[in-house]
C-alpha cells in the first residue's frame, strides 16, 4: 500500500467533523440515522429508475407479465425529485441550534421578564414554558436530533407531489383559470372539513381559498427555509427579493434611473402559479429538470465510484507518478483533486476529503501549511471545469445552450488542461524556490503496480466516455448503464479469487452464450423462454446476430452481479485479493449488521457488496440533496425574470452599464460572477448568472458555449476569493493554516481562472470552435487540414495560452531559474498578457484611437505581432533569469525550472 493511504490523518485533523462543521449538517445517530439512510436510498432507487425507464413505472413479473403502475408527468416527476431534497434536508440540517444572532435575541425576553416581574410572576412561568416548548420543537443545540418541526416541515413538503400526481387534471386547468379557480381543501379531502371550518372560525377564510393556491405558497416558503438551512441566508434574501420583487416591481418609477426594472403589476395568484406550477421557469422549471435528468445521475456515479475505492486508488497512483519529483506531493494533489474534484462537484467536499490525504504529504515534504491548503482548495474547484463531468457545470451548459454533450466536453478540455498546466508550473516553482524535494523512490510503489491493482477503476469511466460520446446514448441512460456496470466489476471483483476464477468466469460466460442462443433463435432471451416453457406459448422467431450480441451484452450486468452474488453466497469465505472498497462501506456493513442483530454479518463478502451499494445511494442522495435545494431555489430567480417580462430591460440596462464595450461587459459579467458565487454552490451561481447575464453576452456575437463557460471560470473562483473563500477555508481547516492567508495564497493560484477565460471568448478556436456565417460550429476534419485557418485560429493561441500560463505562474510565484522581483516580476505579467489575451491590450487602445480615428486591432495580424512581443519577453526574461541563477544568485542549489 502506498504511504499517501498508509499515513495516519487522525493526528492532522478530523476531516468528517470538519466537513459537518463546514457543511452545517447534523451527526445523527439510531432510528434518525437509519430514516435518513432509508430516504436517501429510495431517492436514488427513484433516479435510477428514471434512468433506467424514464416516467413509465412499470415491470415485468416472470409468468405473469406486465405490472403498470403509474406513469408521471414531468412536472409531477419535478415535485417528487425537490420533495426527496428537502425531506433530507430537514432531516440533515438543523433548524437552529440556538446559537445565532436571532437566538440570541428571543433568549433574551425570559431574563428580561424576570428582572421586570420577578421570577415568581405568572408571566415569566408562560414565557419559560413557551421557551421549553419552542427548544423541544425546534432547537437542536447539539446537532443529532431530528424535531417536531422538522417532521412537520417534511410533511408539508410532500404534500406538493401528492397533490399534483393525484388532481394533475385540476393544475391543467389552473395554468388557463389561475390558482384561484382551484377547489378548496375540504372539497379535496372531505375529511378535513371540520379542521378547516376550525380554521375559518377564526377568521382565516380557508375554506374559500383554493388549496393549490395555499399549497404554493407554504411551498415557496419552505424553499426558502431549506435554502436557509442547506446554503444560508445569503441565497435566501436573493431569492427573498426576487420574489418581492415580483409582486411589487411595479412600484418602481419608469421615469427613475433604473426605471427600465418596473414591471406591471401581478397579483400573489398568478405569481405562485408561475413558481410553482410551471416546468417552463420557477422552483420545477429548467434548473430542476437538469438535476432530474442530469445532475443526480452523475453525483450518483461518482459516489459509487468514490465507495468502490477509485478515490484513494487514484491518489495512490497520483502519488506513484509525481511524489518522488521535485514538489511530487503537490504534483500528486494537483492530478488527484482535479480528478475527483471532477465526479464530486463540491469544492468544499473535495477539498476536505481529498486534502485529508495529500495535505499532509505536502507540509511534511516542505510546503507551508497556507500554501498546502491553498494548492488543495485551488485544485479541488478546478475540478469542475474539467472534462468529462465538469461536476454538474456540464449538463446544466448542455441544457442551456442545447449543445450536444460531446461538444461541451470537447470545447472545455484544452482551457481545462491550461488552467492545471498552471497549477503544475505554481508548485513546481515554489518547490524549487525552497528546495522542496520528492519522497524517496523506495518508499513508494511503482506505478506499474499501483496502475496493475486498479486499473479496472478506470474501465467505468472509459464506459461513460464510450456510451456518451461514441454511441451517444442520453445522459441518463448513459449513467444508468455504466453504474450497472460499475456495481457488477465490484461484484465480480469481489468474488474473485484463485478458487473462483474457473466457476465465475465459465458461469458468466455460459449465461451469456445462452442468451445469444436463445435470441438467434427464438427472439427471447433466457427469462423469455423459461415463461414460453412454462406457459406454453408461441416464441417471434429469432434475431440477426448483431441484435442479439447487443441485447446479450445488455444483460451482462446482471449476469456478473447475479452469479457473482451466488457464489459469494456459497462461499461466504471467500476474499478478494485486489477489491479495496472505500472504509466507509466497511463502517455502515458493521452498523447495518449490528441493527440486524447479526454482526458477524459484517464480514461476509455478499452482504460487502449490498452494503457498497447501497451507502453509494445514500452517499449520492446526500451529496446531491445541496445540489437540488441550491437548483430548486435558483429557479425562482429566472422564473421572476421570465414571467416578469424585465428579461428584455434587464439586457439592456446591462448593456448600457457596460458601456456597449465586450471587454467591458465581460469584466461586468466576470465580477457578478464572483459575487454571487461567494458562499453559493457552483450551480445556483452558474443558473443565476446565465439568467442576468447570458443574453448579454451572446449579444456581441461570442459563442453561447464560449460565453457560459466564461461565467463557470469566473464563479469557481468564488470559492477561493477572500472573504467568503468557503473552499480555501476548508482547506485552511485540514492544514491548521492561517483562513485568511491560505484564501490570498489559493485565489493567486487560481488567477488562471480568470485570465484563460477570456482567452478562450476572444480566441474562439481554443475552444476548437470555427466561425461560420450561422454563428460558430465545432471543427471537424477538413479544418484541421485547412493551414489558414488552423495556424492562425487554434495553434497560435493554443501556445500563446500555455506560454501565458506558464508566464503568469512565474509572475505569482516569484520564481523561475532564480528570484523574480519588482520591474522583472511586472514584465513577465506584461508577457502573459500579451501571449494569452493580447485584446486584454489592443481593445483599450483601440478605444482610445477611435477618438480620433477609426481602427480595429482585433485582427489577427495585429494579435500576432502583439504574441510574438509577449514571447520576447518571455523568453528574453527566462534567460537573464537562468544567468542570474548560473552566476550564483539563485539560492537554492540545483534548481530547474517548469
Partial sequence: MNESTDEQIDDETDTDELLREVEKKRSLQGWTAVLVAVVGIAFSAFQLWLAARSFQFEFTVPLFGTVELFSLQLLQANAVHVAFAFVLTFFLFPTTKGTGPIAGQFARIVPAATAQFGSDSPIVSVLERLRAVVRWAAVDHDGDRVTPVDILFSGLIMLTPVYMITQFDEIRSMRVRGLTAGRPLQEIVPMTDPIVSAISAIGIPLDETSFAFVLAAIGVLLVLEATRRALGWLLTGLVTLFILYARWGYLIPRDSIIGSLSIPPTRWASIFRDLWFNTEAGVFGVPVTVSLRFIYIFILFGAFLEMSGAGKWFIDFAYSLTGSKRGGPAKSSVVASGFMGMLSGSSIANTVTTGAFTIPLMKRSGYSPSFSGAVESSASSGGQILPPVMGAAAFLIVEFTQTPYAEVIVAAAIPAIAFFFGMWVMVHLEAVEHDIGGVPKSSLSKPMDILKSGWFYLVPIGLLLYFLVIVR???????????????????????????????????????????????????VGIVG???????????????????????????????????????LLVRPDSRSDVLELDDQVGESAQTGARLLGRPEMAANPAYRVVSFVLKSMDDGARTATTVVVSVAAAGIIPGVISVSGLGPNLT????????????????????????????????????????????????????????????????????????????????????????????????????????????????????????TENGVRMMNLSDIT???????????????????????????????????????????????????????????????????????????AVTFPVRIVGFAILAGLTVLNRRQYEGGDAGVPGASAA
Fill in 473 to 523: 446514448l442520453s445522459v441518463a441512460r448513459a449513467g444508468w448503464y455504466t453504474i450497472i456496470a460499475l456495481i457488477a466489476l465490484v461484484a465480480f471483483l469481489a468474488a474473485y479469487t484463485k478458487r473462483n476464477r474457473t466457476i465465475l468466469v465459465g458461469s458468466i460466460l455460459a449465461l451469456f452464450l445462452a442468451q445469444f442462443s436463445l435470441l438467434t433463435t427464438t427472439g
Fill in 529 to 567: 423462454a423459461i415463461e414460453t416453457l412454462v406457459s406454453g406459448g408461441t416464441v417471434p422467431g429469432g434475431v440477426p446476430p448483431s441484435a442479439a450480441i447487443e441485447g446479450a451484452l445488455g444483460e451482462l450486468g446482471i449476469f456478473v452481479v447475479v452469479v457473482s452474488l451466488a457464489l
Fill in 652 to 771: 439592456a440596462l446591462i448593456l448600457a452599464v457596460s458601456g456597449e464595450s465586450l471587454l467591458g461587459l465581460l469584466l461586468l459579467s466576470g465580477i457578478a460572477a464572483i459575487i454571487f458565487g461567494m458562499g453559493m454552490p457552483t450551480t445556483v451561481m452558474y443558473i443565476i448568472l446565465v439568467s442576468m447575464l447570458g443574453t448579454a453576452i451572446e449579444e456581441f456575437g461570442v459563442a453561447l458555449v464560449a460565453a457560459h463557460l466564461f461565467i463557470l471560470y469566473w464563479g469557481l473562483m468564488a470559492d477561493v476569493t477572500p472573504p467568503v473563500a468557503v473552499a480555501a477555508f476548508a482547506g485552511a481547516g485540514v492544514a491548521k493554516a492561517d483562513e485568511f492567508t491560505t484564501a490570498i495564497k489559493a485565489f493567486l493560484l487560481s488567477l488562471n481562472k480568470l485570465l484563460v477565460p477570456f482567452a478562450f471568448v476572444f480566441s474562439q478556436g481554443i475552444l476548437l470552435m470555427r466561425p
Fill in 786 to 860: 485547412d493551414v489558414g485557418f488552423i495556424l492562425p485560429e487554434v495553434i497560435v493561441p493554443v501556445v500563446g495560452l500555455f506560454a501565458g500560463v506558464y508566464a503568469l505562474g512565474v509572475t505569482i510565484i516569484g520564481y523561475q531559474y532564480a528570484e523574480v522581483e519588482g520591474l522583472e516580476r511586472a514584465l513577465f505579467a506584461i508577457a502573459s498578457v500579451f501571449l494569452t489575451v493580447p485584446e486584454l491590450f489592443l481593445l483599450p487602445t483601440e478605444g482610445l484611437l477611435g477618438a480620433f480615428v477609426a481602427v480595429d486591432l482585433s485582427g489577427f
